[in-house]
Nanobody, 114 residues
Framework: QVQLVESGGGLVQAGGSLRLSCTTS????????MGWYRQAPGKSRESVAF???????NYADSVKARFTVSRDSGKNTVYLEMTSLKPEDTGVYYC????????WGQGTQVTVST
């Protein structure tokens, strides 16, 4: 059974930082494409960043130079380091894994106050 468990969300002031973690089990982490998505209230879920099994990364234009995605194969965990946070970064952040199928975590709330 594949499980993705996010943690690290919370309330932060604009300009602050947060680090999200997504710990996985039940999948071949080293072969999985790992990604982070977010969904703001009243909006569709959007891609934030992803990292391939080889370590290549890609970011949404809105988070480039502020967010960094990384992965630790020894811990089967993917991270999203978020800096210079803005109120528009507020939303539920979801971890995604693509390996044979498409898997989602339960989400973690990030709220950025002005």
């Amino acid at each position: 059974q594949v499980q993705l468990v996010e943690s690290g969300g919370g309330l932060v002031q604009a300009g602050g930082s947060l680090r999200l973690s997504c710990t996985t089990s039940g999948l071949n982490f080293n072969r999985a494409l790992m990604g982070w998505y977010r969904q703001a209230p009243g909006k569709s879920r959007e891609s934030v960043a992803f990292i391939t099994s080889a370590g290549s990364t890609n970011y949404a234009d809105s988070v480039k130079a502020r967010f960094t995605v990384s992965r630790d194969s020894g811990k089967n965990t993917v991270y999203l380091e978020m800096t210079s946070l803005k109120p528009e970064d507020t939303g539920v952040y979801y971890c995604n894994a693509r390996w044979n199928d498409n898997y989602w975590g339960q989400g973690t709330q990030v709220t950025v106050s002005t």
